[in-house]
């Protein structure tokens, strides 16, 4: 099923693109939506980007070499880059290779900030909020606020209050 479209969105890769009901790219009455677009590159054969249902942005870059997993209920704040893999080897000699690749999996109903970027081997667990700005690396548990540079536990979320 495609998504609810309000802006462009490029796909570009040899890998697959998965979509699941009621997501929703751009918002009309944002005032960015017009100059923005959704890209989503799974560059490989084998590459995959997973997007669950209700999941709704504005204005992002996915780049999968593996495999990007986004749970439903999730909201993608604008300017948020997901990289499951090193652009470039750190090695001097193999510089323009890429260098190493893992995966990202975010959990559902988790809500990523503006200008978020999160980087291979990321997980985030349910019902995670992560901070504006933040730069995403590791694992983090469900129900926490993740925050700044490098990303630490802001605080916890009581589901209970909710």
């Not at 590159?41 to 204005?59: C, L, W």
């Not at 780049?63 to 439903?72: D, L, Q, R, T």
Request: proline share 3%; hydrophobic share 40%.
């Amino acid at each position: 099923m495609l998504p609810a479209v309000q802006q462009l969105v490029e796909y570009s890769g040899k890998g697959k693109v998965f979509i699941e009901k009621n997501c929703s790219f751009g918002y009309k009455f944002d005032g960015f939506h017009r100059y923005g677009y959704i890209e989503l590159q799974p560059r490989f054969e084998n590459s995959e980007i997973y997007i669950g249902d209700n999941v709704a942005t504005n204005n992002i870059f996915i780049c999968a070499a593996n495999k990007i997993e986004i749970g439903a209920n999730s909201l993608i704040g604008q300017y948020v880059t997901i990289f499951d893999f090193e652009a470039h080897g750190t090695d001097p000699s193999k510089r323009r290779e890429i260098g190493k690749i893992g995966s990202v999996k975010i959990g559902n109903n988790v809500w990523i900030g503006n200008n978020v970027i999160i980087l291979k081997n990321s997980s985030i667990g349910d019902n995670s909020i992560i901070a504006a700005g933040a730069v995403v690396s590791g694992s983090f548990p469900s129900n926490v606020v993740i925050g700044r540079v490098p990303s630490v536990i802001n605080k916890k979320i009581n589901v209970n209050s909710i």
